[in-house]
Nanobody, 122 residues
Framework: QVQVVESGGGLVQAGGSLRLSCVASGSIFSINAMGWYRQAPGKEREFVAYRTSGGSTSYSESVEDRFTITRDSNNARNTVVLQMTSLKPEDTGVYYC??????????????WGQGTQVTVSS
């Protein structure tokens, strides 16, 4: 099993920046990608970005020019950091870290964090 814990998030004005961090523990050898999804009130959970263990990245069109996904400063395989800049009110939501077996897919073998709130005020 894999446990996933997020940190970061909070309240920021439009145009500001926030940093989300995520650490996975347990059977991390089974993880081939780590990334982020978000869910706004009344909406379905949507893909934000992921990074594969090989270093490839993918972003949703709505964030690809503003968000950057990397590992932490120690380049630890079981970590992922989402640096968010030029934030917009529509970026508001609960952000979930996702540890995946298959990059870009959600399967029953994946693990999720508890979620962290990001609120962008206009």
């Amino acid at each position: 099993q894999v446990q996933v814990v997020e940190s970061g998030g909070g309240l920021v004005q439009a145009g500001g920046s926030l940093r989300l961090s995520c650490v996975a523990s347990g059977s991390i050898f089974s993880i081939n990608a780590m990334g982020w999804y978000r869910q706004a009130p009344g909406k379905e959970r949507e893909f934000v970005a992921y990074r594969t263990s090989g270093g490839s990245t993918s972003y949703s069109e709505s964030v690809e020019d503003r968000f950057t996904i990397t590992r932490d400063s120690n380049n630890a395989r079981n970590t992922v950091v989402l640096q968010m800049t030029s934030l917009k009110p529509e970026d508001t939501g609960v952000y979930y870290c996702h540890a995946a077996r298959v990059p870009g897919l959600i399967t029953e073998y994946d693990s999720w964090g508890q979620g962290t709130q990001v609120t962008v005020s206009s």
